[in-house]
Nanobody, 122 residues
Framework: QVQLVESGGGLVQPGGSLRLSCAASVFIFTSYTMGWYRQAPGKECELVAAIARIGVGTNYADSVKGRFTISRDNSKRTVYLQMNSLKPEDTAVYYC???????????????WGQGTQVTVSS
């Protein structure tokens, strides 16, 4: 079973930056495309970014393209999300997981970590 621990969130002013990390205890980490997801209260889950198994291919939601960068270190079984030029609308709980269909409510879905809160506010 996948265990995921996200970290690096916090409160940041608009225009600021944060770097999120996700440590995965997946036995064969390199077998999985990984993604960063987010969900704000009352809103649908959104796949923000995804990265292929060996990190060659990446994909981004239009809402973050050009501002966020996903990367991975397979030797550490860790996925990162560098977030620059943050906007108030980026405020959400951020989760990582293997690439999959967004659940209705991440926080109550088995197989997900606790997430890390990102708040963008002045």
């Amino acid at each position: 079973q996948v265990q995921l621990v996200e970290s690096g969130g916090g409160l940041v002013q608009p225009g600021g930056s944060l770097r999120l990390s996700c440590a995965a205890s997946v036995f064969i980490f390199t077998s999985y495309t990984m993604g960063w997801y987010r969900q704000a209260p009352g809103k649908e889950c959104e796949l923000v970014a995804a990265i292929a198994r060996i990190g060659v291919g990446t994909n981004y939601a239009d809402s973050v393209k050009g501002r966020f960068t996903i990367s991975r270190d397979n030797s550490k079984r860790t996925v990162y999300l560098q977030m620059n030029s943050l906007k108030p609308e980026d405020t959400a709980v951020y989760y990582c997981n293997t690439w999959q269909t967004c659940p209705l409510t991440i926080a109550t879905t088995p197989g997900w970590g606790q997430g890390t809160q990102v708040t963008v506010s002045s």
